[in-house]
């Protein structure tokens, strides 16, 4: 199966990117998603990040506080490499199994850091969803609902535009028009289904 890692700053389009993937048939897996069901209430994952970071950022009834935590590592970058290295290797292990699971000709492997992990190595491919620092910015800003110092510090946490860029076989513009968006994605389909039957 040809295995294509789908990555992008925050806010760049990555889960409307997946999604029309998915309408096209191809199999998705989200890291996102995985990282929340390795924290979910009776994980070894939550057990984990409960001992590294304190009960504190353990919920009322008994769920991880995403934001508490957001918080925490976004403005330490220590606590942040901490967290990665307690969750991506639990990340990595179910990204196998379920790869292992699939029978499609090719699946897209969304990872937000995929250039700033060590996730490059489970793909064939990269793609980049692609577009301006302001545009990313903007969006980040009205979506999470959070101030501009707390989305400036997350931007920075990332791997910078061009960095991300290097390390792209395929780029998917997401600045502009969602059409010129889905033609792209038309065209890496189709080029991902050619490579897959090879």
């Given at each position: 199966m040809l295995r294509v890692?789908?990555?992008g700053g925050i806010a760049s389009g990555k889960t409307a990117v997946a999604d029309y993937f998915a309408e096209l048939g191809c199999s998705i897996i989200d890291t996102d998603l995985i990282s929340r069901e390795v924290v979910a209430v009776g994980e070894s994952g939550l057990a984990k990040v409960q001992k590294e970071?304190?009960?504190h950022i353990i919920s009322d009834s008994g769920e991880l506080d995403r934001r508490l935590l957001r918080e925490l590592i976004f403005s330490?970058?220590?606590k942040r490499l901490k967290l990665e290295g307690i969750l991506h290797p639990?990340?990595?292990?179910?990204?196998i199994k379920k790869l292992g699971e699939l029978s499609t000709p090719y699946a897209i492997i969304v990872v937000p850091l995929l250039v700033e992990t060590g996730f490059a190595s489970l793909v064939d491919r990269v793609a980049v969803v692609d577009c301006p620092s302001k545009v990313q910015l903007e969006r980040l800003l009205s979506r999470d609902g959070i101030d501009?110092?707390?989305a400036e510090a997350i931007l920075n946490a990332?791997?910078?535009r061009n960095?991300?860029?290097t390390h792209a076989d395929d780029l998917i513009d997401n600045g502009g028009d969602w059409n010129n968006t889905q033609r792209r994605i038309l065209e890496l389909h189709a080029y991902y289904s050619n490579?897959?039957?090879k």
């Amino acid at each position: 199966m040809l295995r294509v890692g789908l990555t992008g700053g925050i806010a760049s389009g990555k889960t409307a990117v997946a999604d029309y993937f998915a309408e096209l048939g191809c199999s998705i897996i989200d890291t996102d998603l995985i990282s929340r069901e390795v924290v979910a209430v009776g994980e070894s994952g939550l057990a984990k990040v409960q001992k590294e970071f304190g009960s504190h950022i353990i919920s009322d009834s008994g769920e991880l506080d995403r934001r508490l935590l957001r918080e925490l590592i976004f403005s330490d970058p220590q606590k942040r490499l901490k967290l990665e290295g307690i969750l991506h290797p639990l990340i990595r292990a179910k990204v196998i199994k379920k790869l292992g699971e699939l029978s499609t000709p090719y699946a897209i492997i969304v990872v937000p850091l995929l250039v700033e992990t060590g996730f490059a190595s489970l793909v064939d491919r990269v793609a980049v969803v692609d577009c301006p620092s302001k545009v990313q910015l903007e969006r980040l800003l009205s979506r999470d609902g959070i101030d501009l110092i707390q989305a400036e510090a997350i931007l920075n946490a990332q791997a910078k535009r061009n960095v991300r860029l290097t390390h792209a076989d395929d780029l998917i513009d997401n600045g502009g028009d969602w059409n010129n968006t889905q033609r792209r994605i038309l065209e890496l389909h189709a080029y991902y289904s050619n490579l897959a039957s090879k």
